[in-house]
Protein backbone atom coordinates (compact mmCIF):
# COMPACT_ATOMS: atom_id res chain seq x y z
CA UNK A 1 0.00 0.00 0.00
CA UNK A 2 1.37 3.41 -0.72
CA UNK A 3 2.79 5.44 2.25
CA UNK A 4 0.62 7.40 4.02
CA UNK A 5 -2.70 5.27 2.72
CA UNK A 6 -4.79 3.19 5.49
CA UNK A 7 -5.56 -0.72 4.49
CA UNK A 8 -8.30 -2.28 5.44
CA UNK A 9 -7.63 -4.96 7.70
CA UNK A 10 -6.77 -8.25 6.68
CA UNK A 11 -10.21 -9.61 7.77
CA UNK A 12 -12.26 -7.48 5.63
CA UNK A 13 -10.27 -7.17 2.46
CA UNK A 14 -10.57 -11.32 2.53
CA UNK A 15 -14.34 -10.68 3.11
CA UNK A 16 -14.83 -8.77 -0.04
CA UNK A 17 -12.61 -10.78 -2.12
CA UNK A 18 -14.31 -14.09 -0.82
CA UNK A 19 -17.72 -12.19 -2.11
CA UNK A 20 -16.21 -11.37 -5.82
CA UNK A 21 -16.52 -7.72 -4.95
CA UNK A 22 -12.65 -7.05 -5.46
CA UNK A 23 -12.26 -8.85 -8.35
CA UNK A 24 -7.91 -8.02 -8.91
CA UNK A 25 -8.36 -5.95 -11.18
CA UNK A 26 -6.38 -2.98 -12.41
CA UNK A 27 -7.63 -0.18 -14.08
CA UNK A 28 -4.70 -1.33 -16.97
CA UNK A 29 -6.35 -4.82 -17.30
CA UNK A 30 -9.93 -3.10 -16.90
CA UNK A 31 -9.47 -1.13 -20.40
CA UNK A 32 -7.57 -3.83 -22.13
CA UNK A 33 -10.22 -6.27 -21.39
CA UNK A 34 -12.85 -3.78 -22.45
CA UNK A 35 -11.09 -3.23 -25.67
CA UNK A 36 -10.85 -6.66 -26.51
CA UNK A 37 -14.71 -7.18 -25.98
CA UNK A 38 -15.98 -4.18 -27.52
CA UNK A 39 -13.40 -2.95 -29.79
CA UNK A 40 -14.80 -1.17 -32.41
CA UNK A 41 -17.75 0.53 -30.11
CA UNK A 42 -17.33 4.25 -29.35
CA UNK A 43 -15.94 4.91 -25.96
CA UNK A 44 -15.95 8.43 -25.36
CA UNK A 45 -17.42 11.25 -27.56
CA UNK A 46 -16.11 14.43 -26.86
CA UNK A 47 -14.32 18.10 -28.13
CA UNK A 48 -10.57 17.51 -27.70
CA UNK A 49 -7.73 20.35 -28.24
CA UNK A 50 -7.52 19.02 -31.58
CA UNK A 51 -11.27 19.22 -32.24
CA UNK A 52 -14.35 16.68 -32.20
CA UNK A 53 -13.44 13.10 -31.05
CA UNK A 54 -15.23 9.77 -31.52
CA UNK A 55 -12.71 7.20 -29.84
CA UNK A 56 -13.52 3.44 -29.80
CA UNK A 57 -12.65 1.27 -26.81
CA UNK A 58 -9.79 0.19 -28.90
CA UNK A 59 -8.42 3.62 -30.17
CA UNK A 60 -8.99 4.45 -26.24
CA UNK A 61 -6.84 1.67 -25.48
CA UNK A 62 -3.98 2.47 -27.51
CA UNK A 63 -3.76 6.00 -26.92
CA UNK A 64 -3.47 4.95 -23.20
CA UNK A 65 -0.54 2.96 -24.26
CA UNK A 66 1.20 5.44 -26.43
CA UNK A 67 0.71 8.22 -24.01
CA UNK A 68 2.04 5.59 -20.80
CA UNK A 69 5.22 5.32 -23.18
CA UNK A 70 5.58 9.31 -23.40
CA UNK A 71 4.90 9.41 -19.79
CA UNK A 72 7.32 7.16 -18.85
CA UNK A 73 10.06 8.92 -20.78
CA UNK A 74 9.31 12.15 -19.23
CA UNK A 75 10.28 10.19 -16.15
CA UNK A 76 7.40 9.53 -14.65
CA UNK A 77 7.14 6.15 -12.30
CA UNK A 78 4.96 3.86 -10.43
CA UNK A 79 3.33 5.45 -6.99
CA UNK A 80 4.14 8.97 -8.72
CA UNK A 81 1.54 10.90 -7.86
CA UNK A 82 0.16 13.33 -10.45
CA UNK A 83 -2.57 16.64 -10.08
CA UNK A 84 -4.86 16.17 -12.80
CA UNK A 85 -6.84 19.31 -13.60
CA UNK A 86 -8.86 18.92 -16.30
CA UNK A 87 -12.35 19.87 -17.85
CA UNK A 88 -14.48 17.83 -19.57
CA UNK A 89 -12.02 16.75 -23.10
CA UNK A 90 -11.44 13.37 -24.41
CA UNK A 91 -7.80 13.48 -23.29
CA UNK A 92 -9.15 12.80 -19.83
CA UNK A 93 -9.78 9.27 -20.48
CA UNK A 94 -6.35 9.15 -22.26
CA UNK A 95 -4.31 10.84 -19.49
CA UNK A 96 -6.42 9.00 -16.68
CA UNK A 97 -5.60 5.25 -18.07
CA UNK A 98 -1.94 6.57 -19.65
CA UNK A 99 -1.12 7.13 -15.75
CA UNK A 100 -3.06 3.99 -14.92
CA UNK A 101 -0.48 2.16 -16.74
CA UNK A 102 2.24 3.39 -15.27
CA UNK A 103 1.33 2.75 -11.76
CA UNK A 104 1.11 6.69 -11.39
CA UNK A 105 -1.70 8.17 -9.24
CA UNK A 106 -4.01 10.79 -10.68
CA UNK A 107 -4.93 13.53 -7.58
CA UNK A 108 -8.19 15.08 -9.21
CA UNK A 109 -8.72 18.63 -9.16
CA UNK A 110 -11.78 20.55 -10.12
CA UNK A 111 -11.38 22.45 -13.21
CA UNK A 112 -12.89 25.69 -10.98
CA UNK A 113 -9.63 25.57 -8.29
CA UNK A 114 -7.05 28.11 -7.98
CA UNK A 115 -3.55 28.53 -6.63
CA UNK A 116 -4.40 28.35 -3.45
CA UNK A 117 -5.83 24.74 -3.75
CA UNK A 118 -3.43 23.05 -6.64
CA UNK A 119 -0.41 24.00 -4.43
CA UNK A 120 -1.88 22.52 -1.66
CA UNK A 121 -2.37 18.97 -3.66
CA UNK A 122 0.89 19.28 -5.35
CA UNK A 123 2.89 19.74 -2.11
CA UNK A 124 0.68 17.51 0.20
CA UNK A 125 0.79 14.99 -2.61
CA UNK A 126 4.37 15.68 -3.36
CA UNK A 127 3.47 15.50 -6.96
CA UNK A 128 5.90 14.90 -10.02
CA UNK A 129 3.80 16.36 -12.22
CA UNK A 130 0.15 18.72 -13.21
CA UNK A 131 -1.68 17.99 -16.23
CA UNK A 132 -3.51 21.03 -17.67
CA UNK A 133 -5.57 22.24 -20.48
CA UNK A 134 -4.56 25.59 -22.33
CA UNK A 135 -7.81 27.69 -21.82
CA UNK A 136 -11.38 26.28 -20.20
CA UNK A 137 -14.27 28.47 -19.64
CA UNK A 138 -12.17 31.77 -20.31
CA UNK A 139 -9.15 31.20 -18.11
CA UNK A 140 -5.90 30.25 -18.92
CA UNK A 141 -4.59 27.32 -17.27
CA UNK A 142 -0.87 28.30 -17.73
CA UNK A 143 -0.88 31.57 -16.48
CA UNK A 144 -1.97 29.33 -13.12
CA UNK A 145 0.61 26.62 -13.79
CA UNK A 146 3.21 29.78 -13.77
CA UNK A 147 1.88 31.13 -10.41
CA UNK A 148 3.08 27.52 -9.35
CA UNK A 149 6.39 27.32 -10.62
CA UNK A 150 7.77 26.50 -7.28
CA UNK A 151 5.73 23.58 -6.63
CA UNK A 152 6.29 22.10 -10.01
CA UNK A 153 8.74 22.45 -12.47
CA UNK A 154 7.31 23.34 -16.25
CA UNK A 155 8.82 20.76 -18.28
CA UNK A 156 6.83 18.78 -15.62
CA UNK A 157 3.38 20.38 -16.69
CA UNK A 158 1.44 18.67 -18.86
CA UNK A 159 -0.54 20.42 -21.71
CA UNK A 160 -3.95 19.16 -23.64
CA UNK A 161 -3.62 22.10 -26.14
CA UNK A 162 -1.14 24.87 -27.09
CA UNK A 163 1.62 24.10 -24.35
CA UNK A 164 3.69 27.20 -24.98
CA UNK A 165 7.01 27.04 -22.24
CA UNK A 166 5.04 23.51 -20.87
CA UNK A 167 5.02 19.91 -22.11
CA UNK A 168 2.93 19.16 -25.24
CA UNK A 169 0.87 15.90 -24.16
CA UNK A 170 1.12 15.66 -27.83
CA UNK A 171 4.39 15.69 -28.34
CA UNK A 172 5.93 12.89 -26.25
CA UNK A 173 7.45 10.25 -27.71
CA UNK A 174 5.76 7.43 -27.94
CA UNK A 175 8.27 3.80 -28.62
CA UNK A 176 6.07 1.21 -26.85
CA UNK A 177 7.58 0.22 -23.52
CA UNK A 178 6.57 -2.97 -21.46
CA UNK A 179 4.24 -2.03 -18.38
CA UNK A 180 4.02 -4.55 -15.66
CA UNK A 181 0.22 -4.86 -14.19
CA UNK A 182 -0.03 -3.08 -11.02
CA UNK A 183 -1.32 -4.12 -7.54
CA UNK A 184 -5.24 -4.43 -7.86
CA UNK A 185 -5.07 -3.58 -3.63
CA UNK A 186 -2.98 -0.49 -4.00
CA UNK A 187 -3.69 2.78 -4.72
CA UNK A 188 -4.99 3.95 -8.38
CA UNK A 189 -6.36 7.12 -7.40
CA UNK A 190 -6.94 10.52 -4.81
CA UNK A 191 -10.48 11.94 -5.17
CA UNK A 192 -10.60 15.11 -3.14
CA UNK A 193 -12.94 15.33 0.05
CA UNK A 194 -15.51 18.43 0.57
CA UNK A 195 -13.97 19.00 3.39
CA UNK A 196 -14.42 20.35 6.71
CA UNK A 197 -10.97 21.08 7.78
CA UNK A 198 -8.56 24.26 7.17
CA UNK A 199 -7.01 22.31 3.81
CA UNK A 200 -8.82 19.73 1.71
CA UNK A 201 -8.33 16.33 2.53
CA UNK A 202 -6.93 13.43 -0.18
CA UNK A 203 -9.16 10.24 -0.98
CA UNK A 204 -6.63 7.13 -1.32
CA UNK A 205 -8.50 4.56 -3.53
CA UNK A 206 -8.03 1.75 -4.62
CA UNK A 207 -8.06 -0.54 -8.28
CA UNK A 208 -10.00 -2.73 -6.23
CA UNK A 209 -12.19 -0.63 -4.09
CA UNK A 210 -12.88 2.15 -6.69
CA UNK A 211 -13.57 -0.77 -9.76
CA UNK A 212 -15.84 -2.73 -7.71
CA UNK A 213 -17.81 0.89 -6.86
CA UNK A 214 -18.31 1.80 -10.34
CA UNK A 215 -19.22 -1.94 -11.56
CA UNK A 216 -21.86 -2.29 -9.25
CA UNK A 217 -22.95 1.10 -10.08
CA UNK A 218 -23.27 0.64 -13.39
CA UNK A 219 -25.55 -3.10 -12.71
CA UNK A 220 -28.21 -0.88 -10.21
CA UNK A 221 -28.25 1.63 -13.32
CA UNK A 222 -28.88 -0.53 -15.83
CA UNK A 223 -26.00 0.49 -17.94
CA UNK A 224 -24.96 -1.91 -20.79
CA UNK A 225 -23.10 -2.02 -24.77
CA UNK A 226 -25.51 0.20 -26.17
CA UNK A 227 -25.89 2.96 -23.52
CA UNK A 228 -24.95 6.08 -24.07
CA UNK A 229 -23.87 7.87 -20.37
CA UNK A 230 -23.63 12.04 -20.54
CA UNK A 231 -21.30 13.59 -18.77
CA UNK A 232 -22.57 16.85 -17.64
CA UNK A 233 -20.98 17.54 -14.35
CA UNK A 234 -17.26 18.30 -13.82
CA UNK A 235 -15.84 14.69 -14.82
CA UNK A 236 -13.20 15.01 -11.88
CA UNK A 237 -16.07 14.64 -9.49
CA UNK A 238 -16.93 11.46 -8.04
CA UNK A 239 -20.15 11.44 -8.59
CA UNK A 240 -19.94 11.75 -13.00
CA UNK A 241 -16.49 9.79 -12.18
CA UNK A 242 -18.46 6.73 -10.64
CA UNK A 243 -21.77 6.92 -9.41
CA UNK A 244 -21.41 4.54 -12.55
CA UNK A 245 -20.82 7.52 -14.11
CA UNK A 246 -17.88 7.71 -17.13
CA UNK A 247 -15.93 4.88 -15.13
CA UNK A 248 -19.00 2.98 -15.08
CA UNK A 249 -20.12 3.57 -18.83
CA UNK A 250 -16.46 2.31 -19.05
CA UNK A 251 -17.05 -0.98 -17.00
CA UNK A 252 -20.13 -1.63 -19.12
CA UNK A 253 -19.12 -1.33 -22.47
CA UNK A 254 -21.07 1.77 -23.02
CA UNK A 255 -20.48 5.29 -24.32
CA UNK A 256 -19.64 8.40 -22.37
CA UNK A 257 -20.33 11.49 -24.19
CA UNK A 258 -18.56 14.95 -22.49
CA UNK A 259 -20.79 17.77 -22.81
CA UNK A 260 -18.39 21.07 -22.27
CA UNK A 261 -20.99 22.66 -19.87
CA UNK A 262 -24.31 20.97 -18.15
CA UNK A 263 -26.54 23.66 -19.04
CA UNK A 264 -29.77 23.05 -21.10
CA UNK A 265 -28.40 24.72 -24.38
CA UNK A 266 -25.47 22.75 -24.81
CA UNK A 267 -26.63 19.28 -23.44
CA UNK A 268 -29.93 18.66 -24.81
CA UNK A 269 -29.06 18.57 -28.26
CA UNK A 270 -26.30 16.25 -27.32
CA UNK A 271 -28.60 13.87 -25.85
CA UNK A 272 -30.83 14.17 -29.22
CA UNK A 273 -27.75 14.16 -31.38
CA UNK A 274 -26.39 10.76 -29.10
CA UNK A 275 -29.26 8.97 -28.07
CA UNK A 276 -28.22 9.78 -24.51
CA UNK A 277 -29.90 7.04 -22.19
CA UNK A 278 -28.72 8.13 -18.77
CA UNK A 279 -27.15 11.35 -17.18
CA UNK A 280 -26.32 12.82 -13.72
CA UNK A 281 -27.05 16.32 -12.33
CA UNK A 282 -26.71 18.13 -9.15
CA UNK A 283 -30.02 19.58 -7.86
CA UNK A 284 -29.74 23.59 -9.20
CA UNK A 285 -29.33 22.05 -12.83
CA UNK A 286 -32.07 19.65 -12.59
CA UNK A 287 -34.48 22.71 -11.66
CA UNK A 288 -32.90 24.24 -14.77
CA UNK A 289 -33.41 21.50 -16.83
CA UNK A 290 -36.83 20.89 -15.97
CA UNK A 291 -37.85 24.06 -16.64
CA UNK A 292 -36.17 24.37 -20.28
CA UNK A 293 -37.41 20.65 -21.19
CA UNK A 294 -40.87 22.30 -21.04
CA UNK A 295 -40.21 24.33 -23.77
CA UNK A 296 -37.46 22.90 -25.97
CA UNK A 297 -36.99 22.11 -29.57
CA UNK A 298 -35.20 18.89 -28.51
CA UNK A 299 -35.92 15.40 -29.08
CA UNK A 300 -34.83 13.89 -25.50
CA UNK A 301 -37.18 10.96 -25.34
CA UNK A 302 -33.74 8.46 -25.23
CA UNK A 303 -33.52 9.49 -21.63
CA UNK A 304 -34.35 6.33 -19.37
CA UNK A 305 -32.79 7.60 -16.27
CA UNK A 306 -31.75 11.56 -14.83
CA UNK A 307 -29.67 10.78 -11.56
CA UNK A 308 -29.91 13.78 -9.02
CA UNK A 309 -27.30 13.43 -5.80
CA UNK A 310 -24.85 15.58 -4.44
CA UNK A 311 -27.02 17.34 -2.44
CA UNK A 312 -30.85 16.92 -1.43
CA UNK A 313 -33.27 17.31 -3.80
CA UNK A 314 -36.64 17.83 -2.76
CA UNK A 315 -39.70 15.49 -3.45
CA UNK A 316 -41.28 18.14 -4.79
CA UNK A 317 -38.75 18.12 -7.44
CA UNK A 318 -38.33 14.65 -7.77
CA UNK A 319 -42.00 13.78 -8.71
CA UNK A 320 -41.95 16.48 -11.37
CA UNK A 321 -38.86 14.43 -13.77
CA UNK A 322 -41.28 11.75 -14.86
CA UNK A 323 -44.15 14.07 -15.98
CA UNK A 324 -41.64 16.48 -17.58
CA UNK A 325 -38.99 14.66 -18.91
CA UNK A 326 -40.09 11.11 -19.79
CA UNK A 327 -37.48 9.03 -17.57
CA UNK A 328 -37.00 7.60 -13.96
CA UNK A 329 -35.79 9.69 -11.58
CA UNK A 330 -33.09 8.11 -9.27
CA UNK A 331 -31.70 9.87 -6.67
CA UNK A 332 -28.22 9.33 -5.81
CA UNK A 333 -26.13 9.76 -1.78
CA UNK A 334 -22.73 9.20 -2.07
CA UNK A 335 -19.59 10.67 -1.13
CA UNK A 336 -16.08 10.64 -2.40
CA UNK A 337 -15.13 8.63 0.80
CA UNK A 338 -16.84 6.14 -0.21
CA UNK A 339 -20.55 5.03 0.29
CA UNK A 340 -22.97 5.97 -2.35
CA UNK A 341 -26.68 5.03 -2.07
CA UNK A 342 -29.34 4.92 -4.76
CA UNK A 343 -33.36 4.58 -5.38
CA UNK A 344 -33.93 1.40 -7.26
CA UNK A 345 -35.18 2.09 -10.70
CA UNK A 346 -37.83 -0.51 -9.68
CA UNK A 347 -39.08 1.04 -6.23
CA UNK A 348 -42.15 2.31 -5.84
CA UNK A 349 -42.90 5.85 -6.31
CA UNK A 350 -42.74 6.92 -2.99
CA UNK A 351 -39.15 5.46 -2.29
CA UNK A 352 -37.95 7.09 -5.41
CA UNK A 353 -39.47 10.25 -4.78
CA UNK A 354 -39.27 10.57 -0.94
CA UNK A 355 -35.75 9.05 -0.03
CA UNK A 356 -32.26 9.05 -0.76
CA UNK A 357 -32.04 5.81 -1.11
CA UNK A 358 -30.15 2.84 0.26
CA UNK A 359 -26.27 1.11 -0.29
CA UNK A 360 -24.52 -0.34 -2.99
CA UNK A 361 -23.34 -3.20 -1.43
CA UNK A 362 -24.96 -5.48 0.89
CA UNK A 363 -21.44 -5.30 2.57
CA UNK A 364 -21.96 -1.67 3.14
CA UNK A 365 -22.38 -1.52 7.19
CA UNK A 366 -24.46 1.30 7.90
CA UNK A 367 -24.97 2.77 11.60
CA UNK A 368 -27.35 5.65 12.26
CA UNK A 369 -26.40 7.06 16.39
CA UNK A 370 -27.08 9.03 18.53
CA UNK A 371 -24.60 12.51 19.66
CA UNK A 372 -23.11 9.37 22.17
CA UNK A 373 -22.77 7.34 19.46
CA UNK A 374 -25.66 4.46 20.11
CA UNK A 375 -27.82 3.07 17.70
CA UNK A 376 -31.28 4.60 17.41
CA UNK A 377 -34.02 2.50 15.86
CA UNK A 378 -35.31 2.82 12.16
CA UNK A 379 -37.32 6.32 11.85
CA UNK A 380 -35.36 8.18 14.17
CA UNK A 381 -32.77 10.30 13.22
CA UNK A 382 -28.96 10.66 13.78
CA UNK A 383 -25.75 10.43 12.73
CA UNK A 384 -24.93 8.28 9.90
CA UNK A 385 -22.16 6.11 10.41
CA UNK A 386 -20.31 3.44 7.78
CA UNK A 387 -17.64 0.92 6.61
CA UNK A 388 -17.52 -1.16 3.60
CA UNK A 389 -15.58 -2.70 0.67
CA UNK A 390 -15.21 1.25 -1.16
CA UNK A 391 -14.97 3.39 1.84
CA UNK A 392 -12.03 4.00 3.08
CA UNK A 393 -10.99 3.98 6.54
CA UNK A 394 -8.23 6.92 6.10
CA UNK A 395 -7.11 10.55 4.18
CA UNK A 396 -3.65 10.38 2.68
CA UNK A 397 -1.25 11.54 5.20
CA UNK A 398 -3.80 13.08 7.56
CA UNK A 399 -3.43 11.15 10.47
CA UNK A 400 -4.77 13.50 12.92
CA UNK A 401 -7.50 14.14 10.80
CA UNK A 402 -8.14 10.21 10.83
CA UNK A 403 -8.66 9.92 14.54
CA UNK A 404 -11.67 12.33 14.48
CA UNK A 405 -13.28 11.46 10.96
CA UNK A 406 -13.14 7.52 12.02
CA UNK A 407 -14.33 5.19 14.91
CA UNK A 408 -11.64 3.14 16.18
CA UNK A 409 -13.27 0.26 14.14
CA UNK A 410 -12.91 1.93 11.18
CA UNK A 411 -16.50 3.33 10.26
CA UNK A 412 -16.05 7.14 8.52
CA UNK A 413 -18.36 9.37 10.14
CA UNK A 414 -19.83 11.03 7.38
CA UNK A 415 -21.21 14.24 9.00
CA UNK A 416 -24.31 13.48 7.73
CA UNK A 417 -27.80 13.50 9.51
CA UNK A 418 -30.22 11.49 8.82
CA UNK A 419 -33.24 8.73 9.15
CA UNK A 420 -33.93 4.73 7.71
CA UNK A 421 -36.88 4.02 6.83
CA UNK A 422 -38.04 0.21 8.30
CA UNK A 423 -36.97 -0.66 4.73
CA UNK A 424 -33.65 0.46 4.79
CA UNK A 425 -33.93 3.16 2.81
CA UNK A 426 -32.21 6.75 3.97
CA UNK A 427 -33.26 10.12 4.10
CA UNK A 428 -31.07 13.06 4.29
CA UNK A 429 -32.23 15.48 7.20
CA UNK A 430 -28.93 17.42 7.44
CA UNK A 431 -25.37 18.25 8.11
CA UNK A 432 -23.19 18.03 11.82
CA UNK A 433 -20.21 18.83 9.86
CA UNK A 434 -19.33 22.31 9.62
CA UNK A 435 -19.23 22.51 6.29
CA UNK A 436 -21.53 24.45 3.49
CA UNK A 437 -23.39 22.13 0.42
CA UNK A 438 -23.96 25.39 -2.21
CA UNK A 439 -25.95 23.32 -4.64
CA UNK A 440 -23.73 20.22 -4.56
CA UNK A 441 -21.06 22.40 -4.15
CA UNK A 442 -18.77 21.75 -1.02
CA UNK A 443 -17.36 24.46 1.19
CA UNK A 444 -15.02 23.89 4.40
CA UNK A 445 -15.95 26.37 6.84
CA UNK A 446 -13.10 26.43 8.27
CA UNK A 447 -10.96 26.83 5.46
CA UNK A 448 -13.01 30.13 4.33
CA UNK A 449 -12.37 31.50 7.31
CA UNK A 450 -8.71 30.79 7.40
CA UNK A 451 -8.62 33.23 4.13
CA UNK A 452 -10.58 35.88 5.78
CA UNK A 453 -8.48 36.07 8.86
CA UNK A 454 -5.30 36.52 6.81
CA UNK A 455 -7.14 39.85 6.55
CA UNK A 456 -5.60 42.56 8.28
CA UNK A 457 -8.95 44.31 8.99
CA UNK A 458 -10.51 41.00 10.04
CA UNK A 459 -10.40 40.23 13.79
CA UNK A 460 -12.56 37.21 13.43
CA UNK A 461 -14.55 35.48 10.62
CA UNK A 462 -17.11 32.74 11.02
CA UNK A 463 -19.03 31.20 7.41
CA UNK A 464 -22.68 30.05 8.24
CA UNK A 465 -25.15 28.60 5.35
CA UNK A 466 -28.32 30.46 4.46
CA UNK A 467 -31.06 28.76 2.83
CA UNK A 468 -31.47 29.62 -0.36
CA UNK A 469 -34.61 28.24 -3.22
CA UNK A 470 -31.99 27.70 -5.86
CA UNK A 471 -29.12 26.56 -5.16
CA UNK A 472 -30.52 25.14 -1.47
CA UNK A 473 -27.74 26.74 0.31
CA UNK A 474 -25.27 29.98 -0.11
CA UNK A 475 -22.46 30.89 2.01
CA UNK A 476 -22.52 34.33 4.28
CA UNK A 477 -19.45 35.39 6.21
CA UNK A 478 -19.88 37.21 9.78
CA UNK A 479 -16.82 39.00 10.13
CA UNK A 480 -15.98 40.94 13.33
CA UNK A 481 -13.38 43.91 12.13
CA UNK A 482 -10.96 45.41 13.38
CA UNK A 483 -11.35 48.66 13.61
CA UNK A 484 -12.94 50.34 11.16
CA UNK A 485 -14.93 47.58 8.84
CA UNK A 486 -13.56 47.18 5.24
CA UNK A 487 -16.08 46.88 1.98
CA UNK A 488 -17.46 43.78 1.52
CA UNK A 489 -16.57 43.61 -2.18
CA UNK A 490 -12.80 44.18 -1.40
CA UNK A 491 -13.03 41.26 0.89
CA UNK A 492 -14.31 39.80 -1.50
CA UNK A 493 -11.46 41.00 -3.87
CA UNK A 494 -8.84 39.62 -1.37
CA UNK A 495 -9.87 36.37 -1.06
CA UNK A 496 -9.91 36.17 -5.12
CA UNK A 497 -6.52 37.26 -4.92
CA UNK A 498 -5.44 34.73 -2.46
CA UNK A 499 -6.23 32.54 -5.21
CA UNK A 500 -9.23 30.12 -3.88
CA UNK A 501 -12.05 28.83 -6.18
CA UNK A 502 -14.60 31.52 -7.19
CA UNK A 503 -17.38 28.74 -5.49
CA UNK A 504 -16.03 29.62 -2.35
CA UNK A 505 -15.85 33.02 -2.00
CA UNK A 506 -18.61 33.82 0.22
CA UNK A 507 -22.27 35.16 -1.17
CA UNK A 508 -22.42 37.70 1.49
CA UNK A 509 -20.49 39.43 3.77
CA UNK A 510 -21.79 40.65 7.18
CA UNK A 511 -20.32 42.47 10.23
CA UNK A 512 -21.08 41.73 13.67
CA UNK A 513 -19.56 42.72 17.10
CA UNK A 514 -19.86 39.42 18.84
CA UNK A 515 -20.82 35.90 17.94
CA UNK A 516 -23.54 33.20 20.06
CA UNK A 517 -21.70 30.83 21.82
CA UNK A 518 -22.42 27.40 22.89
CA UNK A 519 -22.11 27.09 26.49
CA UNK A 520 -18.68 25.66 26.15
CA UNK A 521 -17.90 28.95 24.59
CA UNK A 522 -17.72 27.63 21.22
CA UNK A 523 -19.29 30.48 18.37
CA UNK A 524 -22.48 28.56 17.88
CA UNK A 525 -23.14 28.34 14.40
CA UNK A 526 -26.36 27.51 15.18
CA UNK A 527 -27.45 30.32 16.77
CA UNK A 528 -25.64 32.23 14.30
CA UNK A 529 -27.49 30.50 11.09
CA UNK A 530 -30.99 31.44 13.03
CA UNK A 531 -29.80 35.21 13.66
CA UNK A 532 -28.81 35.52 10.55
CA UNK A 533 -32.26 33.98 9.04
CA UNK A 534 -33.53 36.82 10.91
CA UNK A 535 -31.59 39.39 9.86
CA UNK A 536 -31.88 38.64 6.28
CA UNK A 537 -35.72 38.47 6.19
CA UNK A 538 -36.14 41.66 7.98
CA UNK A 539 -33.54 42.90 5.05
CA UNK A 540 -35.69 41.70 2.70
CA UNK A 541 -38.87 43.05 4.31
CA UNK A 542 -37.56 46.66 3.92
CA UNK A 543 -36.25 46.29 0.65
C1 LIG B 1 -20.97 13.67 -3.56
O1 LIG B 1 -19.73 13.58 -3.00
P1 LIG B 1 -18.98 14.70 -2.15
O2 LIG B 1 -17.80 14.04 -1.58
O3 LIG B 1 -18.80 15.92 -2.98
O4 LIG B 1 -19.98 15.15 -1.00
C2 LIG B 1 -20.51 14.23 -0.08
C3 LIG B 1 -21.59 14.88 0.76
C4 LIG B 1 -22.39 13.91 1.61
O5 LIG B 1 -21.71 13.56 2.79
C5 LIG B 1 -23.64 14.72 1.84
O6 LIG B 1 -23.40 15.68 2.84
C6 LIG B 1 -23.85 15.43 0.53
O7 LIG B 1 -22.56 15.50 -0.08
N1 LIG B 1 -24.75 14.72 -0.38
C7 LIG B 1 -26.11 14.71 -0.28
C8 LIG B 1 -26.58 13.94 -1.37
N2 LIG B 1 -25.50 13.51 -2.07
C9 LIG B 1 -24.41 13.98 -1.45
N3 LIG B 1 -26.95 15.26 0.61
C10 LIG B 1 -28.28 15.06 0.43
N4 LIG B 1 -28.81 14.33 -0.59
C11 LIG B 1 -28.00 13.76 -1.51
N5 LIG B 1 -28.52 13.03 -2.52
O8 LIG B 1 -21.67 14.66 -3.44
C12 LIG B 1 -21.41 12.48 -4.35
C13 LIG B 1 -20.54 11.43 -4.57
C14 LIG B 1 -20.97 10.32 -5.30
C15 LIG B 1 -22.25 10.30 -5.81
C16 LIG B 1 -23.12 11.36 -5.60
C17 LIG B 1 -22.70 12.46 -4.85
Known amino acids: MLPGATPWPEEYAARYRAAGHWRGQTFGTLLREAAAEHGERVAVVGEGAAGAVRWTYAELDRRADRLAAGLRALGLRDRDRVVVQLPNVPEFFEVCFALFRI ?74 VDLPDGDPSDVALMQLSGGTTGTPKLIPRTHDDYIYSFRASA ?48 AFPLIERERVTITGLVPPLALVWLEAARTTRHDLSSLEVLQVGGAKFSAEAAARVRPVLGCDVQQVFGMAEGLVNYT ?5 EDVRVGTQG ?186
Open 103 to 176: GAIPVFALPAHRAAEIGYFLRHAEAAAYVIPDRHAGFDHRALARELKDDVPPERVLVAGEAEEFTALGGLPADP
Open 344 to 348: RLDDP
Open 358 to 543: RPISEHDEVRVVDDDGRDVPPGETGHLLTRGPYTIRGYYRADEHNAAAFTPDGFYRTGDVVRRTADGDLVVEGRAKDQINRGGEKIAAEEVENHLLAHPAVHDAAVVAVPDAMLGERTCAVVIPRGEPPRALALKAFLRERGIASYKIPDRIVFTDRYPHTGVGKVSKRDLRAALADRLARDRAAD
Open 219 to 266: EICGLRPGGVYLCALPVSHNFPMSSPGVFGALAAGATSVLAPLPSPDV
